[in-house]
Each structure stands twice: as structure tokens, then as C-alpha cells.
Nanobody, 123 residues
Framework: QVQLVESGGGLVQAGGSLRLSCAAS????????MGWFRQAPGKEREFVAA????????KYADSVKGRFTISRDNAKSTVYLEMNSLTPDDTAIYLC????????????????WGQGTQVTVSS
């Protein structure tokens, strides 16, 4: 079982940047694909980005492509989400999760969800 803890959220002005981290406990971190999702009030959980077990392959939602970068450091059991050119539409709770499959982007295909970190972008 992998346990995940997100950090790095906060309040930022439009056009700004944030770097989120997701620290994992458990010895099998490097076996999993990792994903970032976000959930705004009153909206469904939305796929943001995913990275395969080695970090060599990534996938992004169209809404963040070119602005967000997902990466991982298996030695530190941590996955990151670098977010640039933020807009108010990016405001949400950001959560990370693991998947034993690659190429999936539905929340139901991920598990071991963290508690999330709040990102608020002011206009």
C-alpha cells in the first residue's frame, strides 16, 4: 500500500507559478504510474497529468499542456507538478494518486489518493 502526501499549494496571482510535490511512503513507489488530478468546488475530479513508472513518458490534459510539467524522482519517492502561466481556472484542490496501469486518465483507474493541496489563482 502506498500513502501519498501532497504539498506546495497556495495563493498565487494569474500568470504566476507553483510547484506541487507528492511524497510517497512504501517501497513500491517506482512500480506505479503516478497521476495528478484536480477538483474545483461543485465539479468532478479532473485529470491533469500522469507519468509512467520510469518518468520517461508523460501525458497531459489539453487544458494544461504546455503550461504544466510532471516529473518524478524515484530515489526520493516523490512526484512533482510544475505549474506555470496559472489562470483562475486552475483554482482547485490538487491530488495525486497511483495507478498500476499506463495510459489511463479516469479517476477510477487510480488509487491511494492523497488528501490534496489547495491552489488558488487570483485574477
Amino acid at each position: 500500500q502506498v500513502q501519498l502526501v501532497e504539498s506546495g499549494g497556495g495563493l498565487v496571482q494569474a500568470g504566476g507559478s507553483l510547484r506541487l510535490s507528492c511524497a510517497a511512503s512504501g517501497r513500491t513507489f517506482s512500480s506505479y504510474a503516478m497521476g495528478w488530478f484536480r477538483q474545483a468546488p461543485g465539479k468532478e475530479r479532473e485529470f491533469v497529468a500522469a507519468i509512467n513508472w520510469s518518468g520517461a513518458v508523460t501525458k497531459y490534459a489539453d487544458s494544461v499542456k504546455g503550461r504544466f510539467t510532471i516529473s518524478r524522482d524515484n530515489a526520493k519517492s516523490t512526484v512533482y507538478l510544475e505549474m506555470n502561466s496559472l489562470t483562475p481556472d486552475d483554482t482547485a484542490i490538487y491530488l495525486c494518486a497511483v495507478s498500476s496501469s499506463w495510459g489511463v486518465s479516469a479517476a477510477r483507474d487510480f488509487g491511494s489518493w492523497g488528501q490534496g493541496t489547495q491552489v488558488t489563482v487570483s485574477s
